[in-house]
């Protein structure tokens, strides 16, 4: 399988070259992909289709997504999304986070697992909230020593080292049942 992902549109090959296959459109200079999925092409036949892949999503605006914190910045985090809403995905769709307005010196932290609700698509970046109760660190551990936290409030606490953090929690923080695997 190849890592050729094509979206709704997406030019896939030109028909002097290939004929337009399954899940895809001729528009009279390009064969293009009608689907989310990965392009096949057949040599042989003069062919170029589209396999639609269920695995392959994109969330939709107002879709709740639980995913990997992959970066974290000053005003904003990237977050590699691993589940929307409930469903696991394996296309490693990434969304953006803004942070700066929630005034936590830790809203989270890289690997953090953290659930949000998709507000928008803009030039091509799916952006995020955080910012309600529901949403927020499902899964975190100790900044200074790795170790297993409990929440204090809206608050952490290492039950190894001590150490008291701040985070954005879910209110379903400490929740080991968030997903229901393999659903
Ligand atoms: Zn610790």
Not at 50 to 76: E, F, W, Y
Request: positive net charge; glycine residues 6%; contains cysteine.
């Amino acid at each position: 399988m190849s890592d050729d992902v094509t979206f709704p549109g997406d030019k896939i090959a030109i028909i002097e070259e290939y004929e337009s296959g399954k899940n895809t459109f001729d528009d009279g200079h390009n064969v293009r992909s009608t689907v989310i999925g990965t392009t096949e092409i057949d040599k042989k036949n003069r062919i170029v289709q589209v396999r639609n892949s269920k695995l392959l999503s994109v969330p939709q605006i107002n879709d709740i997504v639980i995913g990997t914190v992959a970066a974290v910045m000053s005003s904003m985090m990237a977050i590699s999304i691993d589940y929307i809403n409930n469903k696991p995905i394996n296309s490693h769709v990434e969304c953006i986070c803004p942070t700066r307005n929630l005034r936590k010196k830790s809203v989270a932290l890289v690997n953090d697992i953290v659930v949000l609700k998709i507000i928008n698509h803009l030039n091509g970046t799916i952006h995020a909230t955080i910012n309600e109760p529901e949403l927020g660190v499902l899964f975190t551990k100790c900044k200074k020593c790795g170790g297993h936290v409990i929440q204090m409030r809206d608050a952490i606490k290492c039950t190894d080292c001590n150490w008291i953090d701040d985070r954005k929690l879910s209110k379903n923080f400490g929740k080991s049942d968030f997903v229901k695997l393999g659903e």
